[in-house]
């Protein structure tokens, strides 16, 4: 079975055992061979969130070897999105083919980084790999793994249809060198904004017609300035690694739109402050964490709660000096990743240092969302030295510990009686955030990498994230409750990602679809 079939095919039976969907969870195993019904499915038995997982090679219905999206209609008949989850896994497998058919060796940086962390992308998400309204050879052509620069688009919007963030209005000036600057001058009245080539195609003709027709939206120039996509495909770096670009793209991933809303702008800002005022307290948090300046960003100002201003806006990222050549977090979830140092000497520090930042900013009542595309690490002599926060507009708090503590809350704008998970009600909410996103998804993932690449076994791994926990919990003061729910909890919060799509398909808007459940705690 080919790597980018393997890949998709252990992501979707984990998840169905995890999740205990259509059997697998109780099924009866003999030998090597979990039996469902008259599907078969080779398992290892693994330490920590579950007892066994995909040992890899074929799976079967009678002698039949199943693909992805065949074992997901096999055993999922009756279930409401079943036709369109069982489509996102085989284009999760087309596009996994173009990544890895693309894959270069090369140094380790921050470019190669974003490369190596789409070969992974959210680990454990069977779907996770499908770019869904992109066919294969547009992700070749506007994916991470492209070689050559990419120019983007660019339109001039009547200024008083846009919303500003706090930072320099000028995103022009800060992507583009002075001779692309003469292109791209907007006549008086309008704003330059940059768009996705493939977002001006196909997105902005649709989504906007009025506009454009009644001038209120005019182009400017187009294939301007030198862009490099990233894992996230929406977001690109400049020719100085040190500034990225993050636009809006009408496609789905994760079961959601990547789409830009100046609502999760706006509240990125107050995030940004709040973190800030956060390492302003603590100089030994400040030591370690490294924030990325966002403020710097515009887009379609009505109306606020719609997903349709969404599809144009544009925000700047300027990375702290010092971590332009960060790697992301989820480059390390790769097989592919080659460590300078000792695997296990590598992961130990990466566990201490996550440890410290997690347990950190919880101390304060809040929470950055800790997976491996948020976060980046500057490397030093091959281990990690400093993490670099970036994406900040699902940064978690809770009110009640924040005021506890003396922190003003960050003000966020959510809309009235719409679900949301960034305002929680109590502490252990907040910490199961930390247990899913940080520790299942961002830290296993590089520990399911190191094990399977170095032979190092999952229970090493998860005892040398217990030992980390347990030096910083003796270190920092937090409710004892903390202590309980990571140590001696029989069980832990999980996400359920694939049981929701099966329900409830893709989201339409921006938030991936998911459930909270629960897994024996692998610290035990």
């Known amino acids: 079975m080919a790597e980018p079939v393997l890949a998709v095919m252990a992501d979707l039976v984990d998840s169905l055992i995890q999740e205990r969907l259509f059997g697998f969870g109780e099924a009866e195993r003999t030998g090597d061979w979990l039996r469902i019904g008259d599907v078969r499915v080779k398992v290892r038995s693994c330490e920590g969130l579950q007892p066994y997982r995909y040992a890899g090679g074929p799976v079967l219905h009678g002698e039949k070897p199943l693909s992805p999206w065949e074992l997901l209609r096999t055993v999922g008949a009756g279930e409401p999105y079943l036709d369109q989850v069982a489509d996102d896994l085989r284009t999760a497998v087309e596009h996994s083919e173009v990544l890895h058919g693309a894959h270069v060796e090369e140094p380790l940086g921050s470019r190669q980084g974003e490369r190596l962390a789409a070969l992974r992308n959210r680990p454990f998400h069977p779907t996770s790999k499908a770019v869904v309204g992109w066919t294969g050879t547009e992700l070749a052509e506007y994916g991470p793994m492209r ?23 000028n995103l022009a000036s ?45 182009p400017l120039a187009t294939g301007l300035g030198t862009f490099f996509p990233t894992a996230s495909v929406r977001t690109l770096a400049t020719a100085d690694p040190g500034i990225h670009v993050k636009l809006p793209l009408g496609v789905v991933t994760l079961g959601a739109a990547r789409l830009l809303p100046p609502r999760y702008l706006d509240n990125g800002d107050r ?25 710097s960003w515009c887009g ?70 800790l997976h491996g595309q948020n976060v980046a690490v500057t490397l030093k002599g091959g281990l990690p030295h400093r993490f670099v926060l970036r994406d900040h507009d699902t940064l978690r708090v809770c009110p009640r510990w924040m005021r506890s503590v003396g922190l003003p809350e960050p003000g966020y704008r959510v809309r009235e009686g719409a679900r949301q998970s960034l305002l929680l009600d109590t502490p252990g909410e907040l910490l199961g955030y930390l247990q899913t996103l ?27 994230l217990r030992a980390a926990l347990t030096d910083c919990l003796d270190r920092m003061e937090l409710p004892s409750e903390v202590a309980w729910h990571l140590l001696s909890s029989p069980t832990w919060p999980s996400r359920k990602v694939l049981g929701p799509l099966l329900r409830r398909g893709r989201s339409g808007g921006v938030s991936m679809p998911a459930e909270s459940g629960t897994v024996p705690n692998p610290l035990l």
Request: a negative charge; proline letters at 6%.
């Open 147 to 169: 070689r050559s620069p990419l120019g983007l688009d660019w339109v001039g919007v009547r200024t008083e249809l846009l919303r500003f963030g706090g930072g320099d209005r």
């Open 174 to 218: 800060a992507v583009l060198t002075r001779s692309d600057l003469d292109r791209v001058r907007a006549k008086p009245g309008f704003h330059a904004l940059p768009v996705h080539p493939w977002q001006y195609e196909h997105v902005l003709p649709r989504q906007f017609a009025s506009e454009i027709d009644d001038g209120l939206i005019v």
């Open 271 to 295: 995030a940004e402050r709040t973190m800030s005022a956060v390492l302003d307290r603590d100089p030994a948090l400040r030591e370690k964490v490294l924030v990325c300046k966002e403020g």
């Open 300 to 369: 379609i100002a009505e109306p606020e709660f719609a997903d349709r201003p969404g599809h144009l806006a544009a925000q700047v990222r300027r990375y702290p000096v010092g971590s332009e050549e960060a790697v992301p977090m989820a480059a390390f979830a790769s097989t592919r990743t080659t460590l300078e140092a000792d695997p296990l000497d590598f992961f130990r520090e990466l566990t201490r240092g996550f440890c410290e930042i997690g347990l950190g900013f919880l101390r304060y009542g809040v929470l950055p969302e």
């Open 438 to 464: 940080g520790f299942q998804v961002n830290l296993h993932g590089i520990a399911d990498a190191l094990s399977r690449t170095h032979g190092i076994t999952e229970r090493t791994l998860w005892h040398t």
